[in-house]
């Protein structure tokens, strides 16, 4: 796989912002920078005094080549200050060109009036169009669920790594475009209007971020403003003075020395610093609203997070094994890993690399004639039932307890005490049972990103 070009420089960028930095010129834009506005005023003056120049040989205010020279100098420094914007804003378009991609080329199986089902973009989905998800399809839409109950993996949107039920009827029913089916089938009614569904709202949330000025930002471009005035007066009478002691000070010369006195570099990157500071967290997969947004994270010293899968991969993993007293930790391995084998959920898979790592796989020459029982957002557990009659069942604690207590046994209380600990540090339990008796409980955790992990450390 080929890998993605990170790069600030990356050549597609860099052409883009070359040619927005040309587009920038416009007076309307700049503007909006009283700094650059005014370099774009003397750089105009300059211009016509090269016409002037060429047009009557006068050399009083210098030679053709040195006011060339001062031009160009004066036209790269503004084209360089509406590059550094530019390209700061580059990767933030890319990334909205991003979601924007991902919300047409995600495929939606629209059910149409004769029933059937008609694989469309979900682009072209309009309000009170019905659609159909099964497990492993990608949500195409905003909507709410008319038909059946599915496990919905929300993380790309809450951050919460553990799935959520959603069904028809009831507060639960809605579902967000971009959000993952893991199991079951459900038939969505889409409830927004085309441009106004959340992962909209996200495009639009990046695009408009670089045009919000913080507080900072228009206190210090109104300082700039001042002391450019005041070079202004500064440099408007030194004429006076030169014709009085009779120095002839051209007008390259006036105007190179206003550039240089005024705070131009300041001016040039000031928007451009504060774009830089979104598009580095916007690598990071952050989506700040505004730089004022930027500005108060720097001043942070303590972050408290409502949602883990902000600094988690966003998939829990079984890692570890908690056998019931008297039950051998090889024989519950290997009831965890056959009761995971028919439970295509990441929880499920996880458990059955754990098995593997302490030694245990699953035969297949062991699964034959073996009956698999799926995962379903009904039932919440999984598990399979072996040619000798014995039923392995693994799942949420409340659902194993149902099937435990129904066939008259006892929820042993070591089990509610592990799963007390578990639940309390974060993690989630799923207690295995074999013959509707429980053998143990698995713990899964949300594993903290490598770069988040290093940085805590």
Not at 24 to 44: C, S, Y
Not at 308 to 331: L, W
Not at 333 to 353: A, F, M, N, W, Y
């Amino acid at each position: 796989m080929k890998k993605k070009n990170n790069s600030l420089f990356d050549k597609q960028l860099v052409n883009t912002s070359l040619v927005e930095a040309f587009r920038k010129l416009d007076p309307r834009t700049m503007i909006k920078n009283p700094i650059m506005f005014t370099v774009e005023l003397v750089t105009a003056i300059m211009l016509l005094m090269l016409f002037y120049i060429a047009f009557t040989g006068d050399q009083s205010q210098g030679s053709f080549g040195y006011n060339l020279a001062i031009f160009f100098v004066l036209l790269l420094t503004i084209l360089f200050a509406n590059f550094a914007e530019a390209i700061a804003e580059a990767r933030g378009k890319a990334q909205a060109e991003s979601l924007r991609k991902t919300r047409e080329e995600t495929p939606a199986k629209l059910v149409t009036a004769n029933g059937a089902a008609k694989v469309v973009s979900s682009s072209q989905l309009k309000k009170g169009d019905v659609f159909e998800c099964s497990a492993g399809d990608t949500i195409p839409a905003d909507g709410e669920i008319i038909e059946g109950l599915a496990s919905i993996d929300e993380s790309a949107i809450t951050g919460e790594s553990a799935p959520v039920i959603r069904e028809a009827g009831g507060d639960k029913s809605s579902v967000t475009g971009g959000t993952k089916v893991l199991s079951d089938r459900i038939v969505v009614k889409v409830t927004a209007k085309p441009g106004e569904s959340f992962l909209d709202k996200m495009i639009a949330l990046v695009e408009g971020s670089s045009r919000q000025k913080t507080p900072n930002e228009i206190a210090l471009t109104i300082l700039l403003a001042g002391f450019t005035l005041v070079f202004v007066i500064v440099c408007a009478t030194l004429k006076p003075f030169a014709d009085y002691v009779g120095a002839n000070i051209t007008v390259a010369a006036f105007i190179s020395l206003f550039v240089c006195l005024i705070p131009t570099t300041i001016g040039g990157l000031l928007s451009a610093i504060g774009i830089a500071g979104m598009d580095r967290a916007l690598r990071a997969n952050v989506i700040t609203k505004s730089g004022k947004a930027v500005e108060t994270a720097g001043d942070l010293d303590t972050l408290l997070l409502d949602k883990t899968g902000t600094i988690t991969i966003g998939n829990r993993k079984a890692t570890k094994f908690y056998p019931v007293r008297g039950v051998d930790a090889k024989a519950f391995t290997r009831l965890c890993v056959l009761s995971s084998v028919s439970d295509q959920t990441p929880e499920g898979k996880s458990i059955v690399e754990l098995g593997a790592v302490a030694g245990m796989k699953a035969d297949p020459m062991e699964m034959v004639g073996v009956r698999m029982v799926g995962f379903t957002a009904e039932t919440r557990c999984s598990g399979v039932d072996m040619p000798d009659g014995t039923r392995i069942r693994k799942g949420a604690t409340e659902a194993i307890r149902r099937i435990v207590t129904d066939a008259g046994h006892e929820f042993p209380e070591t089990i509610e005490k592990t799963v007390r600990e578990i639940s309390e540090n974060g993690g989630t339990p799923l207690v295995v049972c074999a013959d509707e008796e429980v053998k143990g409980v698995i713990e899964l955790q949300d594993i903290i990103k490598t770069g988040i992990r290093e940085r805590f450390e």
